[in-house]
């Protein structure tokens, strides 16, 4: 396989309020580049994982400056199909400080990513890895999008490779029960399903907390592995062989929070493709502690930083 793992995504750019000022008066925002599923393949190449990221996205600057982030860290960004023109999707987020929470606005219409068709993508480039990455995020835009995320589930599933759900619900994008109907099919197919406490009450009407939410989620889709987080509370994992754990979670002051659970994500996908995601899961809890505390959606860190292993299995 040329990859370990590939995904799609719509690339955009994050515009923050710097802290202490809200979007109706702020005089500056901090621009950088922003796409769960890329943030996810950025941080894995970084860990030595060969990646590869696709999506759709007019020619210009703002594509420029959202691909370079992640060309930069080492992912194949060759299969991007490039448009003559268009808008880059965009979002602007409030950080937030107690009491008020962290407020998110998408500006994310009329991108051509919303108008992705099948015959857009290279499949046989993104199909010859050992694992595909996919998010509710991207599920949830339109129509369209939904349809590519489940051609590539359904052909992944087919040829035997494995895949990866990252529920990831936005309330601001769909509502549960769209959510639900398109998402539970996939997480059926799924090998691994990321699935946060909060997401599975929401979406998948799961009112149990903890390890039993967990195991609840795995006994509905049916797939081997489930990890749930719950924010301070603790992270689960619910799996066929390994069976129910618990992880606590230590806090870390907070510097910026967007791009974090990608990084949770990349960590334990990171371990998962060693044969061992229990580490895995340590892994996603070093790097998103890490995360929190600089800026970007992408984390960059070396292996060498957090003690992981930068080969491509798990030193034992």
């Not at 860990?47 to 060309?71: I, Q, Y």
């Not at 390994?242 to 870390?252: A, E, K, L, N, Y």
Request: proline share 5%.
């Amino acid at each position: 396989m040329t990859y370990d793992i590939s995904t799609i995504g719509e690339g955009q750019i994050r515009l923050t309020c710097y802290k202490g000022e809200r979007l109706i008066n702020a005089q500056q925002l901090r621009a950088t580049a922003a796409c769960s599923e890329a943030n996810v393949s950025g941080l894995l190449s970084q860990l030595g994982r060969n990646t590869c990221w696709a999506s759709v996205m007019p020619k210009g600057d703002l594509t420029d400056r959202v691909v370079n982030e992640f060309r930069s860290v080492g992912v194949d960004v060759s299969h991007i199909c490039m448009k003559p023109e268009g808008r880059v999707a965009l979002y602007f987020m409030e950080p937030g400080e107690y009491p008020m929470p962290a407020r998110v606005l998408y500006d994310r219409e009329h991108t051509p990513f919303r108008d992705v068709t099948v015959e857009d993508l290279d499949w046989e480039a993104l199909l010859d890895t050992r694992l595909v990455f996919i998010t509710g995020i991207t599920a949830a835009l339109t129509e369209n999008t939904a349809t590519v995320v489940r051609h590539f589930v359904d052909e992944a599933h087919r040829r035997g490779i494995s895949v990866a759900l990252d529920v990831n619900y936005r309330s601001l994008l769909w509502g549960p029960e769209r959510a639900r109907a398109v998402l539970e099919p996939i997480a059926r197919m799924s090998n691994i399903v990321f699935c946060s406490v909060r997401d599975g009450k929401a979406v998948f009407g799961i009112e149990s907390n903890g390890e039993q939410a967990c195991r609840e989620l795995r006994e509905l889709f049916g797939t081997p592995t489930v990890v749930s987080t719950d924010q301070i509370n603790g992270v689960y994992l619910s799996d066929v062989e390994r069976g129910d754990r618990t992880f606590p979670v230590v806090q870390v002051p907070v510097v910026d929070r967007p791009g974090a659970g990608d990084s949770f994500v990349a960590g334990t996908l990171h371990g998962y493709l060693g044969g061992d995601v229990v580490q895995g899961i340590h892994y996603g809890q070093r790097t998103s502690a890490y995360a929190l505390t600089h800026y970007g959606d992408l984390t960059r860190v070396s292996p060498s930083e957090l003690n992981i292993p930068p080969n491509t299995d798990i030193l034992r």
